[in-house]
């Protein structure tokens, strides 16, 4: 059984600053890529932000240069850190990550329940 659990989803205004974190825990041999997604009101869940076990990144181009995402392998931890947020990175941002949970087992996708964000204007 593999969990992901999030936090840091609030409330803040336009201009403002969030940090996401989400933590895996359970049967995990290892974790290959780590992400955000986000779905909004009405619209199909899209890809914030990708970081793979070696530290390589990929963003949404509506993100880029504003949010920064970051792992912590030894705590199984993915970040996610939002600067200069607009109205419209009002979502609910689930974390997403791809789990070997025995050494010659095969990978899984995990998701986790998601957390709000809202940018007020």
């Known amino acids: 059984q593999v969990q992901l659990v999030e936090s840091g989803g609030g409330l803040v205004q336009a201009g403002g600053s969030l940090r996401l974190s989400c933590a895996a825990s359970?049967?995990?041999?290892?974790?290959?890529?780590m992400g955000w997604y986000r779905q909004a009101p009405g619209k199909q869940r899209e890809l914030v932000a990708v970081?793979?076990?070696?530290?390589?990144?990929n963003y949404a181009d509506s993100v880029q240069g504003r949010f920064t995402i970051s792992r912590d392998n030894a705590k199984n931890t993915v970040y996610l850190r939002m600067n200069s947020l607009k109205p419209e990175d009002t979502a609910v941002y689930y974390c997403n990550a791809r789990i070997i949970s025995t050494k010659w087992g095969p990978s899984y996708n995990y998701w986790g329940q998601g957390t709000q964000v809202t940018v007020s204007s």
């Open positions: 970081v793979t076990t070696g530290g390589d990144t």
């Open positions: 359970g049967s995990i041999f290892s974790i290959n890529a």
